[in-house]
């Protein structure tokens, strides 16, 4: 069988040794406001928008890096390929060993060294059978940060994932990753069987330490996008996107075209979305081609109890948004509140 690559995988640290055993165990168990223009920041940001990938070789399928550099998009393919071979050695080598933070904020895992997170995967990748099967389907960035989009298959954790992981490198290391992925997509139950007690989540994924590395470009459009979200200002928000412009979120199964159906939708549903009002910017990664940001929303508003996210947004050569992917655990919300969100998607 000719494989792809794999998922970059979250399972206990030391850190909290004390869940570890119990955790390993299930896990094993189921596992059988307008335009930012690129002038604005100088030409350096131009230079490197100007490395774009061709097509990605090695990549099965194949890899969507239409908003990468080159140099990014062949790191993550061979990455993946390593993970795919269940190449325990040559997959941790992509990592830095000397400063790392891994995390699934999902079901609370998290790793603060190559050390931890070396012995997690090692304790669980002989497990995976010889149809376990993962590959990235987009990368939005370049080698000092981008987004990432990932599948997992069901051989893997016994369901099917979908992931949105920001990363940070330093020297073509990963020296940050959060896999953000949706339980209900995972399945309620499993999730809630994954998932550690809220007292035990990490309430800091790493961003103090690793800095930003964002380009100057996507981090203005990225936290003009969140203050327009925070502050419920649909028109704002809308003015940031492409005429041709498309909004999807991933949890809602949903996807609208064109600056006006994003306006009205954002007009009757901004309010009701967790990284909508009482949500923050966390964190931001990509270029001036695109990346995307991490949000997170203690406030509950409207009894939401969704945390935190992800958005991936690709820019065009204007820096407005062309796409935007939005994806959180909608294991958390429940079915009535939902059918809300998707009721706001219906145009009139």
Same mark, same amino acid.
């Given at each position: 069988?000719?494989?792809?690559?794999?998922?970059?995988?979250?399972?206990?640290?030391?850190?909290?040794?004390?869940?570890?055993?119990?955790?390993?165990?299930?896990?094993?168990?189921?596992?059988?406001?307008?335009?930012?223009?690129?002038?604005?920041?100088?030409?350096?940001?131009?230079?490197?928008?100007?490395?774009?990938?061709?097509?990605?070789?090695?990549?099965? =399928?194949?890899?969507?890096?239409?908003?990468?550099?080159?140099?990014?998009?062949?790191?993550?393919? &061979?990455?993946?390929?390593?993970?795919?071979?269940?190449?325990?050695?040559?997959?941790?080598?992509?990592?830095?060993?000397?400063?790392?933070?891994?995390?699934?904020? /999902?079901?609370?895992?998290?790793?603060?060294?190559?050390?931890? %997170?070396?012995?997690?995967?090692?304790?669980?990748?002989?497990?995976? *059978?010889?149809?376990?099967?993962?590959?990235?389907?987009?990368?939005?960035?370049?080698?000092?940060?981008?987004?990432?989009?990932?599948? +997992?298959?069901?051989?893997?954790?016994?369901?099917?994932?979908?992931?949105?992981?920001?990363?940070?490198?330093?020297?073509? &290391? #990963? /020296?940050?990753?959060?896999?953000?992925?949706?339980?209900?997509?995972?399945?309620?139950?499993?999730?809630?069987?994954?998932?550690? =007690?809220?007292?035990?989540?990490?309430?800091?994924?790493?961003?103090?330490?690793? *800095?930003?590395?964002?380009?100057?470009?996507?981090?203005?459009?990225?936290?003009?996008?969140?203050?327009?979200?925070?502050?419920?200002?649909?028109?704002?928000?809308?003015?940031?996107?492409?005429?041709?412009?498309?909004?999807? +979120?991933?949890?809602?199964?949903?996807?609208?075209?064109?600056?006006?159906?994003?306006?009205?939708?954002?007009?009757?549903?901004?309010?009701?979305?967790?990284?909508?009002?009482?949500?923050? %910017?966390?964190? #931001? #990664?990509?270029?001036?081609?695109?990346?995307?940001?991490?949000?997170?929303?203690?406030?509950?508003?409207?009894?939401?109890?969704?945390?935190?996210?992800?958005?991936?947004?690709?820019?065009?050569?204007?820096?407005?948004?062309?796409?935007?992917?939005?994806?959180?655990?909608?294991?958390?919300?429940?079915?009535?509140?939902?059918?809300?969100?998707?009721?706001?998607?219906?145009?009139?």
């Amino acid at each position: 069988m000719n494989k792809r690559s794999s998922k970059t995988l979250a399972t206990p640290s030391a850190s909290s040794a004390s869940s570890a055993p119990s955790l390993l165990t299930r896990r094993a168990a189921l596992a059988g406001a307008g335009a930012v223009t690129l002038a604005a920041v100088g030409g350096s940001a131009v230079a490197a928008a100007a490395d774009a990938s061709g097509p990605v070789g090695g990549a099965d =399928p194949a890899l969507d890096a239409s908003h990468a550099t080159r140099k990014v998009a062949d790191l993550v393919v &061979k990455m993946f390929q390593a993970k795919a071979a269940r190449d325990l050695d040559g997959f941790l080598s992509y990592f830095s060993k000397r400063r790392l933070t891994y995390v699934d904020p /999902i079901w609370g895992g998290q790793w603060r060294t190559w050390d931890e %997170l070396y012995a997690a995967i090692g304790a669980i990748m002989p497990g995976w *059978g010889p149809n376990a099967d993962a590959y990235p389907i987009k990368i939005i960035g370049d080698s000092r940060s981008a987004m990432l989009l990932f599948y +997992d298959s069901p051989e893997l954790f016994g369901h099917e994932i979908r992931s949105m992981a920001p990363l940070d490198f330093q020297g073509g &290391k #990963v /020296i940050r990753q959060v896999d953000y992925w949706d339980g209900r997509h995972f399945t309620i139950q499993a999730t809630k069987d994954f998932r550690l =007690p809220p007292e035990q989540f990490p309430r800091e994924f790493g961003e103090r330490a690793t *800095g930003e590395n964002a380009s100057p470009v996507v981090r203005r459009v990225a936290t003009a996008l969140s203050e327009a979200f925070v502050a419920g200002n649909a028109a704002a928000a809308a003015d940031l996107f492409a005429f041709d412009g498309s909004f999807e +979120d991933l949890t809602l199964k949903s996807r609208l075209v064109g600056r006006r159906a994003i306006a009205d939708f954002l007009k009757r549903g901004l309010r009701l979305l967790p990284y909508g009002p009482g949500s923050s %910017l966390r964190h #931001v #990664v990509g270029s001036a081609q695109g990346g995307g940001y991490e949000w997170s929303n203690p406030n509950n508003p409207g009894g939401v109890l969704v945390n935190n996210g992800a958005v991936a947004l690709e820019l065009d050569r204007h820096a407005r948004i062309t796409a935007l992917t939005a994806l959180w655990d909608g294991a958390l919300v429940g079915d009535a509140a939902l059918g809300a969100m998707l009721t706001a998607t219906i145009e009139h």
